[in-house]
């Protein structure tokens, strides 16, 4: 279905464009999910229909990577472009430095509507003054107590047509703890273990429960591209899925493994990136903030920041 390895159309924006002509941009970002489990990249268990079909509309990229394999550290640093030790967020649980400019600075800048749904876990707020987006829970580490909503969603995306958006929805799936979807679906016995983890029953029972919470996530995946869809902007949205730092067990979260700090990375843009295509350009969460300045018409006001845009890509 992919081929191996295809040329992206170039874009280029200039800071004249209008408002109306912006992409918008969809950022999904699902939480301790290491790439490799993730059929696009060669899984063999998990059942993901949605993120499929988003592979085959668009380009993956076969090598992006992240800092370091923590939470806090590399949403700050996709946030801000800037690397660990230069935004201040250097391990979980801690802060950015007050004056580090984000997501919302810059694209704010350049006319966007800046919003985050779900999982936020950076700081402080004057770093990240992200509009509240409802309707997706906000913790990890509990089993969520209510459904997900989209209504946030849908008005959020379709508010002004006239005005572009960046809008992040943070899933918390499948972060532990592993208590969403069906482990019904994946009977311990037939699942390929992985080889950097132990074959032991408890292991097999663990993969499995977080195995289900990935194709719960690719539900709510699927769930956010129709919103797109019934919002009429799908068209001139640049779609961004990644899958954060790895899983919660051995060697992934928390290591410098190549399953701890390899991260998936999904781009879809209908009528600019084609169709069904692979790069192996090395890219990580740095330069995601760079691109889409550039795509945002700011390329000729680039900040001053760690990455760099691969548009060219």
């Known amino acids: 279905m992919l081929r191996s390895v295809a040329p992206l159309l170039c874009l280029v924006l200039g800071s004249t464009l209008s408002l109306a002509a912006r992409p918008n941009v969809l950022v999904i970002v699902a939480d301790d999910c290491t790439y490799n489990d993730l059929p696009m990249y060669g899984g063999q268990n998990a059942k ?35 690397y660990p030790m230069r935004n201040g967020c250097a391990w979980n649980h801690s802060a950015s430095m007050p004056q580090t400019l984000s997501l919302p600075h810059h694209l704010g800048k350049l006319g966007y509507r800046v919003g985050l749904a779900g999982k936020v876990h950076v700081a402080p707020r004057k770093a990240f003054p992200f509009e509240n987006v409802g309707g997706f829970d906000k913790s990890c580490v509990r089993a969520p107590t209510q459904p997900h909503d989209l209504a946030a969603t849908a008005e959020f995306m379709s508010r002004d047509p006239d005005q572009p958006f960046c809008l992040v929805v943070a899933l918390v799936e499948p972060h532990v703890p592993w208590v969403m979807g069906d482990p019904s679906q994946y009977p311990t016995e037939k699942l390929k273990m992985p080889p950097h983890l132990a074959d032991t029953p408890r292991t097999r029972q663990d993969f499995a429960r977080y195995l289900a919470e990935i194709t719960y996530m690719d539900g709510q995946v699927g769930e956010i591209l129709s919103v797109l869809d019934q919002a009429n902007v799908a068209d001139n949205t640049l ?75």
């Open 239 to 313: 779609v961004l899925f990644t899958s954060e730092q790895g899983a919660q067990f051995p060697g992934c979260k928390w290591t410098n493994w190549d399953t701890g700090v390899h991260t998936a990375l999904d781009a879809r843009w209908p009528g600019k990136i084609a169709a069904s295509t692979r790069t192996n350009a090395i890219v990580q969460y740095t330069d995601v903030l760079p691109t889409l300045i550039d795509f945002a018409g700011g390329k000729s006001v680039q900040p001053s920041l760690d990455g760099s845009s691969f548009g060219d890509v």
């Open 48 to 82: 993901t229909p949605n993120l499929d079909t988003l592979a085959a509309e668009g380009l993956i990229f076969n090598h992006a990577y992240l800092a370091e394999a923590m939470c806090q550290p590399c949403r700050a640093e996709l946030y801000t472009g800037l």
